[in-house]
């Protein structure tokens, strides 16, 4: 009966770890290689459900959805600065986002919810400035 019980125990932890390995993580980095002020990865692809959690590994960075950067029926989000923080992806289609203090600098990133692209074109009409203008058709020609 012993043996049974922490079979089960097992086995539950074993595959609860499976059930979330879909959640993504990405750091807000001053510095990677040879890149400054940088979200790495710079595109996630999640599941609907799943997590994504933003790491504050360098001071100074935040996450900030882009207006008419996500899908319709998305409320606005905007991260402290300094703190590690996280999003539950209910919605499918892209998400883009940015360091606020850093967007000119290129720090922006995307998330790409499911295989549902329809909010595609407006991410493709988004304003960048500076950095990010240069890198960003890159990035989302690779969605």
């Known amino acids: 009966m012993k043996k049974n019980i922490f079979l089960i125990i097992f086995f539950s932890l074993f595959l609860s770890k499976f059930a979330v390995a ?21 595109i996630v692809r999640v599941n609907v459900g799943d997590t994504v959690l933003w790491k504050a590994i360098d001071k100074g ?3 900030e959805f882009i207006k008419k ?8 989000f905007k991260s402290k600065y ?10 499918p289609g892209i998400y883009a986002y940015w360091c606020t203090p850093h967007k000119n600098m290129g720090m922006i990133g995307f998330v790409v919810v499911g295989d549902y692209k329809s909010n595609l074109d407006e991410i493709k009409k988004l304003r960048f400035s500076s950095k ?9 020609n690779s969605l």
Not at 31 to 40: A, G, P, T, Y
Not at 82 to 91: A, E, L, M
């Open 22 to 42: 879909a959640d993504q993580t990405v750091e807000m980095l001053n510095r990677l290689n040879k890149e400054s002020m940088v979200f790495e990865p710079k």
């Open 61 to 63: 960075h935040n996450v």
């Open 69 to 76: 950067g996500v899908p319709e029926g998305v409320d606005k």
């Open 82 to 91: 300094n703190k590690d923080t996280q999003y539950k992806f209910t919605i």
């Open 132 to 140: 990010s203008k240069k890198i960003a058709p890159d990035l989302i």
